[in-house]
């Protein structure tokens, strides 16, 4: 059994920056593909990234602000966050996966719960 748990966190002006962690404990190698999702007050959850052996992809809408990172050695992958806005604000979960690089969170079996990223304008 495998699980996550975010931190990182919290409140952050316009144009500020963040790093978010996940760190997996349990069985990680049943697993290939780390990613992070978000979901803001009353809309679904989105992809934001993914990270799958050395390839990684994200969003458009953060490509070029965003960047996803992951430390096999210690089982931790990362989301630095810069050049924040509003819209930004939003729960961001860690999840995990099988296949190579899904941007679907069907796709995904294994979530954490998530920490609160809100951006001030």
């Known amino acids: 059994q495998v699980q996550l748990v975010e931190s990182g966190g919290g409140l952050v002006q316009t144009g500020g920056s963040l790093r978010l962690s996940c760190a997996a404990s349990?069985?990680?190698?049943?697993?290939?593909?780390m990613g992070w999702f978000r979901q803001a007050a009353g809309k679904e959850r989105e992809f934001v990234a993914a990270?799958?052996?050395?390839?990684?992809t994200s969003a458009d809408s953060v490509k070029g602000r965003f960047t996803i990172s992951r430390d096999n050695t210690k089982n931790i992958l990362y989301l630095h966050m810069n050049s924040l806005k509003p819209e930004d604000t939003a729960l961001y979960f860690c999840?995990?996966?099988?296949?190579?690089?899904?941007?679907?969170?069907?796709?995904?079996?294994?979530w954490g719960q998530g920490t609160q990223v809100t951006v001030s304008s």
């Open positions: 990270s799958w052996r050395s390839l990684s």
């Open positions: 349990g069985q990680t190698s049943s697993f290939a593909t």
């Open positions: 999840a995990a996966s099988a296949g190579p690089l899904p941007t679907k969170s069907a796709e995904y079996t294994t």
